[in-house]
């Protein structure tokens, strides 16, 4: 017992000693709190190092710029502050027993060779950047800086414009975003730029370019301009989007990404294959001959022999490398990605029809669909600049963008009329395989030139262009089984027969778009009755000429009726039109001349600012088609000339205050595909081309409060107003008893919409959030079904209001970021929601198609492990959020037809679901 007392003294006596000696370590340290900022700027330089006596103890600067260290022994130091490109600074310092706190301001590094002075600029990668340039900018914009892409959970430019307010994205058939949507205007709204220049679409039916087909590692930033000025082109209703490609550093940089991955849907099941080494990139009228009568041996059997395999790994590259030669006169940046990627869907699908009685929808046939995707996406640039001198720069750009895609496709197909009288589970099924095999290639060339000129009172900018665009879709092919179900005289259910389908078409398609632009722009700035002035005028032409082919040749089973044995080699056919089709109105040339110039004026007066011109724009746009002569439409024709003014005011009436009001007149240009009399039925419903399509024209009034409390932090409230003449809508129409998908114009239609932007940083966290409202009206004329008082089947018109196609009214972005310098973490989890919207206009009465409103949770993770080499972690997709689509009526006529779904008061349409992907790897940065 004794010694048990001893015992617990002695621990005790530990114990007040221990606490009595930290006490007193503690009393004789002391923290140093501060900030680093660029002196010019005032931007926070978050990764700054600040060191104390050579590495005894240091601190690095956080998102915000500030920075802590702890537990420093009283006395004298001398500390470093040093950031990349900016001069280091030391001072020497006094830790008393009282907190000290100091602000750090680091100069940009000048160094002179020669007549060459080279001034280390901003770095354009970083968020500082990018909120400066927002508050600078003469037109409303939002920017997302490279380091936000880099942590970022996307891997593809179309994922990361997400992220921006105001957009919203629209999914391909593998779940990746594709498309942008910009303030609720659909994609066909909005144009595309690559570092300030627009590139042509690879697209067969469409102007505006996929954002997936651009790897994201890439990019210096993304700029969205929500506002245009004289000297920007002016066929964008929504927005514009600017990639800004890497660019030639001030010194000897590497960049190197190395990551493996795989798509959770592969763990669930096989991924559908088939051998795409047999296609043949032209059909055999392309590869012999108009001549040339094909026979059966030209289509090899290859690529409809399915097979089930596992998927392999996603694999991730991305290497870039950067100096300056001669002085630093001469720079240039090499860059590399390739992206291998496994992706897919499972997917529901029902056709609908419309009840005579009571105009709502009913099942027509029900598709169970299985997409496995191989994507192999590819990107170099090299940027490359001469500095003549400080008032001369010549920059020569080259890039080329690929994307590959190897598609297969399952499909049992139900039919819910077609010997349907037993009941649910019977009547004909049929499945079908689809193989797909889809290149699209970008290749731009641009020569650039800047000369300030009268001591840089005048500056001249002029630009040669070359790009070229193509998408070849070489033999798609379908290869279809009938079969059914009945139920015999015991009640048994009986499967019939697996028929061979009696029609195999392979249908080749591919297509060109070719532009030569040049652009001139010659600035001038002046002081005139006490104000500073800006005069600035310019020109563009761009010539483009679009081909497109499209050749599809039927074979017929030979003998018709062949039961299916499991084996494609193991069956015949006949081929039924040797010359294929080159009359079809897909082989069509299309030319496009645009002529454009402006004049505007920018004058500044005190915190005011205005800028006003007109821009000019002559569309000279003509086709031909190989349609029969008696195909109305075939040859076409469109001259006209816009007339385009702008106004654009912007009051700074407070310290990193600005209220911005604009004023623009804008149009959208008719797709080349659009115009084209052709008929094909490829995707959910046939599709018919429209020659008579009229441009959109839409007038744009946008009101923008913006505060930048700090150089990273930002509170944004916009508003905005859009009149659209003759928007251009996909729409269902009534063709006999078939629907049909077709463009059309749609009287006016009114967009308004309001936009908040937060952005947060406190220390080593951040948040950014963003919520748009958005709210456009369109009327149109519709059918509605019913049986009237009398008892008979009749329908009338209607008109219906409804948003534009394409439009939600509620999205929003919630990002938490996490970064500590010390630890080398970077952590972000992003949240997107995007409310529903209609993906489908049709012809009847409350009968468009809805996509459902929807969330996606994403996630990435950094870790530095080594000076320059950091791990890294991305998951896409956390909750598994699917694709689900409705007509908003319920289905009264045959609910019980998919009685595995839930009945409601809307319809189901379609549900695919993507599953989540993985990304791991390794980042390494000299």
Do not use: C
């Not at 080349?672 to 009229?694: M, W």
Request: charged share 20%; glycine share 6%; proline share 4%.
């Amino acid at each position: 017992m004794v010694t048990q007392v001893m015992t617990l003294k002695s621990v005790i006596t530990v114990i007040f000693l221990t606490f009595l000696l930290n006490s007193t370590s503690f009393a004789q340290t002391q923290t140093l709190r501060g900030a680093v900022f660029n002196a010019e700027s005032g931007e926070p330089l978050t990764g700054a190092t600040v060191i104390l006596d050579e590495n005894s103890y240091y601190g690095v600067a956080g998102l915000d710029g500030t920075f802590i260290i702890r537990n420093i022994p009283l006395g004298t130091y001398e500390v470093a502050v040093s950031y990349i490109s900016f001069e280091t600074h030391r001072q020497t310092i006094t830790i008393g027993t009282e907190p000290l706190r100091l602000e750090f301001r680091l100069s940009p590094s000048v160094s002179e060779l020669g007549e060459l002075t080279v001034i280390a600029t901003r770095d354009l990668r970083n968020e500082e950047s990018a909120r400066a340039t927002e508050r600078n900018a003469d037109l409303i914009l939002n920017i997302v800086d490279a380091r936000s892409i880099d942590i970022s959970p996307d891997a593809t430019v179309a994922n990361v414009v997400q992220r921006v307010s105001g957009v919203s994205i629209e999914r391909s058939s593998s779940g990746d975003g594709q498309h942008a949507i910009v303030r609720g205007m659909d994609k066909r709204y909005n144009y595309t730029l690559v570092n300030g220049i627009k590139i042509p679409s690879p697209e067969v039916k469409n102007r505006y370019v996929p954002l997936d087909i651009f790897p994201s590692s890439l990019l210096d930033r993304l700029v969205v301009s929500k506002t245009l000025t004289p000297d920007m082109e002016g066929d964008a209703v929504g927005g514009v989007i600017d990639m800004r490609m890497r660019n030639a550093p001030d010194r000897f940089t590497v960049n190197a990404d190395i990551g493996i991955g795989y798509s959770q849907l592969y763990f669930n099941r096989d991924r559908l294959s088939f051998n795409s080494g047999v296609v043949s990139t032209e059909s055999p009228h392309e590869a012999n001959g108009t001549d040339y009568r094909a026979t059966i041996d030209d289509f090899p059997l290859g690529n409809i022999d399915f097979r089930n395999t596992q998927a392999p790994v996603n694999r991730n590259f991305t290497l870039a490398v950067g100096n300056r030669f001669l002085d630093n006169r001469i720079g240039f940046l090499l860059a590399g990605s390739y992206q291998q990627s496994y992706r897919g869907a499972n997917s529901l699908f029902f056709e609908m029809d419309v009840d005579r009685e009571d105009n709502n929808p009913f099942y027509d046939t029900v598709e169970d669909r299985q997409i496995s995707t191989e994507q192999s996406r590819g990107g170099i640039h090299l940027k490359t600049d001469l500095r003549i001198d400080n008032n001369n720069i010549i920059e020569w750009y080259n890039a080329g963008i690929v994307l590959e895609e190897k598609m297969a496709r399952a499909v049992v197909d139900t039919n819910l009329r077609i010997g349907r009288s037993q009941g649910p589970g019977t009547g004909r099924i049929s499945e079908s395989f689809r193989s797909r095999q889809q290149t699209q290639q970008i290749y731009n060339s641009t020569l650039q030139g800047t000369h300030n000129l009268l001591n840089n009172d005048m500056r001249v900018n002029w630009s040669g262009v070359y790009s070229l665009a193509t998408n070849d879709d070489p033999d798609m092919v379908d290869l279809k089984l009938i079969t059914g179900a009945r139920i015999n005289s015991d009640g048994e259910l009986i499967q019939e027969p697996v028929l061979l389908d009696r029609d195999l078409r392979r249908r080749w398609t591919n297509n060109s778009d070719q532009d030569l632009a040049g652009y001139l722009d010659i600035s001038y700035v002046t002081d005139l009755f006490n104000l500073n002035w800006e005069f600035k005028i310019g020109s563009m032409y761009r010539h483009k000429t679009r081909e497109n082919t499209f050749n599809s040749y039927l074979l017929r089973a030979s003998p018709i009726t062949q039961q299916w044995t499991g084996d494609i080699n193991n069956h015949s056919w006949q081929l039924f039109n040797p010359g294929g089709t080159p009359t079809d109105p897909l082989n069509y040339e299309s030319e496009e001349d645009i002529f454009a110039y402006y004049a505007m004026t920018k004058v500044n007066f005190r915190d005011l600012q205005v800028i006003g011109g007109v821009r000019i724009e002559n569309t000279d746009f003509s086709w031909e088609s190989s349609a029969p002569p008696q195909i109305s439409g075939r040859v076409g024709n469109r001259n006209y000339r816009d007339i385009l003014p702008s106004i654009h005011v912007k009051y700074s009436f407070l310290q990193n205050t600005n209220l911005r009001a604009s004023y623009f007149e804008s149009i959208s240009r008719p797709n080349f595909f659009e115009v084209i009399p052709y008929s094909i039925n490829e995707d959910d419903f046939r599709e018919r081309g429209n020659p008579f399509l009229e441009r959109t024209q839409a007038r744009n009034f946008d009101l923008r409060f913006e505060y930048f409390p700090s150089a990273v932090d930002q509170i944004m409230i916009a508003g905005f107003i859009k009149e659209i003449k003759n928007p251009i809508e996909a729409a269902l129409i009534l063709d006999g008893q078939a629907f049909i998908l077709q463009p059309n114009n749609f009287g006016t239609a009114n967009n308004l919409g309001v936009e908040v932007d937060v952005t947060k940083y406190i220390r080593n966290f951040g948040l950014r959030a963003f919520y748009t409202f958005t709210d456009s009206r369109i009327t149109t004329v519709k059918t509605f079904r019913f049986r009237d008082a009398n008892g008979n089947l009749t329908s009338e018109s209607r008109d219906q209001t409804r948003p534009l196609q394409g439009q939600s009214k509620h999205i929003s972005n919630l990002s938490l970021l996490y970064k500590n310098g010390l630890s080398g973490t970077d952590a972000q989890l992003s949240a997107v929601y995007t409310g529903r919207r209609i993906i489908s206009v049709s012809p009847y009465f409350d009968n468009d198609i809805w996509q459902r409103s929807f969330w996606q949770l994403d996630f990435s993770i950094e870790q530095r492990i080594l000076p320059g080499i950091r791990a890294y972690a991305k998951i896409n997709n956390i909750l598994n959020t699917p694709m689900r689509a409705d007509v908003l009526r319920p289905n009264t006529a045959n609910p019980q037809e998919a009685s595995y779904i839930d009945v409601s008061e809307t319809t189901l349409v379609r549900e695919d679901f993507f599953q989540q992907t993985y990304l791991f790897g390794i980042k390494y940065t000299l």
